[in-house]
């Protein structure tokens, strides 16, 4: 797809707004898939040798939109994660030479096995100089942000069926599902206010806006893998929920 032509007098303006947008894509990738920084940073820094290109500060900064000049190292990073991760997810897609440079993911698999990348519009893997031309506004992101999801009907079930697993779980560990809510409510990763919000979820007297279904379960995932052994990742998790 050609870039598209912006008049330089409104070039300013256009590279503010590339910012924002590229900073909702880029976070939709890492809720979506239910990313920490520190796993991203890992996830980079295997795919590009060893080299650190890619660090939480400015991750941070990214999803935030506060960098204004950031430097290729990081796009570069993200390409060679999302081209190793394509090329992980479509072995049988490639030549044997190109296989022998996927990385070994090892403890890390479980991350890329059903990963949604970062792909432009045809559905390749980004490039850094893709990348670039998104973050400035030169190119549009290849996603439409404006459309959630799931919808208000998804995001009353996911809701009701979080509440309804967590509470088993505590259950089936032993735990008074009233008695100890605030406990679990306080482990769940967040903001006080996110906290809250789940501490009332767990009573069903609340339900997680549409466009943060993902975001809500991937802190969900954590939480029951770190309390329960649940062992499930976000998209997995997502998926149960959806269909209880």
């Known amino acids: 797809m050609a870039r598209r032509s912006i008049d330089?007098?409104?070039l300013e303006e256009t590279m503010d707004a590339g910012a924002v947008a590229f900073a909702k894509w880029f976070a939709r990738f890492m809720d979506s898939n239910?990313?920490?920084?520190?796993?991203?940073?890992a996830l980079c820094k295997l795919c590009t040798g060893g080299r650190a290109l890619f660090h939480s500060s400015q991750i941070a900064n990214l999803r935030a939109a506060?960098?204004?000049?950031?430097g290729p190292r990081g796009f570069v990073a993200l390409e060679y994660l999302m081209w190793a991760v394509w090329a992980f997810q479509n072995a049988?897609?490639?030549s044997a030479e190109q296989a022998e440079s996927i990385p070994r993911f090892g403890h890390l698999t479980v991350l890329v096995e059903r990963m949604q990348i970062m792909a432009d519009e045809e559905g390749?893997?980004?490039k850094t100089g893709y990348l670039i031309e998104v973050f400035a506004g030169l190119r549009p992101v290849p996603v439409d942000l404006t459309i959630n999801v799931h919808t208000a009907l998804d995001a009353e079930k996911v809701s009701r069926n979080a509440g309804r697993l967590v509470r088993k779980l505590m259950a089936a560990h032993d735990m008074d599902p009233i008695e100890d809510a605030a406990l679990i409510a306080n482990l769940y990763p967040g903001s006080s206010m996110q906290r809250g919000e789940f501490a009332a979820l767990l009573k069903g007297e609340a339900v997680w806006e549409p466009e943060l279904v993902e975001?809500?379960?991937a802190r969900l995932s954590k939480l029951v893998r770190e309390k329960f052994e649940y062992q499930r990742q976000p998209a997995d998790l997502l998926e149960e929920l959806l269909k209880r």
């Open 8 to 10: 330089a007098a409104a």
């Open 34 to 41: 239910g990313l920490s920084h520190p796993q991203l940073v």
């Open 66 to 70: 506060r960098l204004k000049s950031p």
């Open 92 to 94: 049988d897609k490639i």
């Open 124 to 126: 390749n893997p980004v």
């Open 215 to 217: 975001e809500s379960v």
